[in-house]
């Protein structure tokens, strides 16, 4: 599963708890793992733009 896909999921998540009036630590806990994944998704974003650079660069 890449990792816009599980981001999607993870608002998904975020946003139902929300709407059920979940604890405040089930929602901090889901707003860090979302966090990560948006790190993760940019790094990789980031990642794939430098690469493009390099080998037009070659």
């Known amino acids: 599963m890449d990792v816009k896909t599980r981001l999607d999921i993870a608002r998904n998540i975020l946003n139902n708890a ?3 009036n979940m604890s405040g630590d089930l929602l901090l ?4 793992k979302i966090d ?3 790190m993760e998704y940019y790094s990789e974003s980031r990642e794939k ?7 037009a660069n070659v």
């Open 18 to 20: 929300t709407k059920m």
């Open 29 to 32: 806990k889901i707003s860090r």
């Open 36 to 38: 990560r994944y948006v």
């Open 49 to 55: 733009k430098g690469g493009a650079r390099e080998e």
